[in-house]
Structures are given as C-alpha cells and as structure tokens.
C-alpha cells in the first residue's frame, strides 16, 4: 500500500510534501508530482502538508481518482526524482479550486 498523488496537484506543486517525505520518493513533471509506489513506505507524513489535499493513502483514494494508482506507478519510473521544496507553479492559486484537471497534465 502507498500514498497517492491526485489530480488536485495539477498546475499548483506546491511541493511541501517532498520537504517530510523521509525516503525521498517524489517525482517531479512539468506540472505534477507522483510518489513511487514501491519507495513509500506508507508513514502518511506527507498527506496534511499538501495545501490543496492532493494526497491520499491507496486504500481512501476517491473513487474518481482511481486512475492515479497507475499515473504514480507509471510516471514515478520516468521522471526525475525531487528532494527539496521549491516554489509553486505561478498558476497555483488559480487552479487550487478547479479539480477537473485530469486533461491538463502534462508528462
Ligand atoms: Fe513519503 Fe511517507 Fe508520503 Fe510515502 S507516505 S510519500 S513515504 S511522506
Ligand atoms: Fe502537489 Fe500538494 Fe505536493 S500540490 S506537489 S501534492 S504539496
């Protein structure tokens, strides 16, 4: 069982949750980050620091973002890894309401 990154994080990464992740098994696309699946070793540190509550453990996972199981796998074995906080995307503010933003990742 891992935690999840979800759509909510889409044109924001705010990126707070990398800071406390322990294991450093976040990774970084142009306008999203996934966890590796395999790397997370479940300890829920990273969950109340998203600012836009992008994060969930596989077993709470919405139903509608159960597509993200296999966008974390996949995606977490092709981008770069990140290990330290930077600042959100300039459009953050304006996309941390809008949660249909599926079409708007970019890989
Ligand atoms: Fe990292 Fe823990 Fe979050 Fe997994 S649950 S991504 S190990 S901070
Ligand atoms: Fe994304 Fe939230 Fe982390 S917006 S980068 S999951 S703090």
């Given at each position: 069982m891992a935690f999840i990154v979800t759509e909510s994080c889409i044109k924001c990464k705010?990126?707070?949750c990398v800071e406390v992740?322990?294991?450093?098994c976040f990774y970084e696309g142009p306008n999203f980050l996934v966890i590796h699946p395999e790397e997370?070793?479940?300890?829920?540190?990273?969950e109340p620091e998203c600012p836009v509550d992008a994060i969930f453990s596989e077993d709470e996972l919405p139903e509608d973002q159960i597509d993200f199981i296999e966008i974390n796998a996949e995606l977490s074995e092709i981008w770069p890894n990140i290990t330290e906080e930077k600042d959100q995307l300039p459009e953050a503010n304006e996309y941390a309401d809008i949660k249909d933003k599926k079409h708007l990742l970019e890989k």
């Amino acid at each position: 069982m891992a935690f999840i990154v979800t759509e909510s994080c889409i044109k924001c990464k705010h990126t707070d949750c990398v800071e406390v992740c322990p294991v450093d098994c976040f990774y970084e696309g142009p306008n999203f980050l996934v966890i590796h699946p395999e790397e997370c070793i479940d300890c829920a540190l990273c969950e109340p620091e998203c600012p836009v509550d992008a994060i969930f453990s596989e077993d709470e996972l919405p139903e509608d973002q159960i597509d993200f199981i296999e966008i974390n796998a996949e995606l977490s074995e092709i981008w770069p890894n990140i290990t330290e906080e930077k600042d959100q995307l300039p459009e953050a503010n304006e996309y941390a309401d809008i949660k249909d933003k599926k079409h708007l990742l970019e890989k």
